[in-house]
Nanobody, 124 residues
């Protein structure tokens, strides 16, 4: 099973940017569809974005479309989430996850490996 470690979270002002990273070990990242989820206080974990194994296709949750960009560097075994124009409602713990499923997985149960999460706080 692949092990995932997120980094890059922090406190940023409204309208600012952050770039999250997710480093993998134990297995080659290219074997997985990679996703980002987030969990805000008092809410369930929600899908944010995902990227297919080759990196040629990405898909997003509607509220982040146009502001967030997911990409991957399989040679470095790392996935990224570039977050721009951040809003207070983006405040959450962000999790990286790996899926062995085909198609376009986007549900929690589609992803079998998870990182420990990184906190993102947006101040208004």
């Amino acid at each position: 099973q692949v092990q995932l470690v997120e980094s890059g979270g922090g406190l940023v002002q409204f309208g600012g940017s952050l770039r999250l990273s997710c480093s993998a070990s134990g297995r080659t990242l290219g074997s997985y569809v990679m996703g980002w989820f987030r969990e805000a206080p008092g809410k369930g974990r929600e899908f944010v974005a995902a990227i297919k194994r080759s990196g040629t296709y990405t898909y997003y949750e509607e509220s982040v479309e146009g502001r967030f960009t997911i990409d991957r560097d399989n040679a470095k075994n790392t996935v990224y989430l570039q977050m721009n124009n951040l809003k207070p409602e983006d405040t959450a713990v962000y999790y990286c996850a790996a899926s062995t499923q085909s198609g376009l997985p986007r549900h929690e149960t589609d992803f079998g490996s998870w990182g420990q999460g990184t906190q993102v706080i947006i101040s208004s």
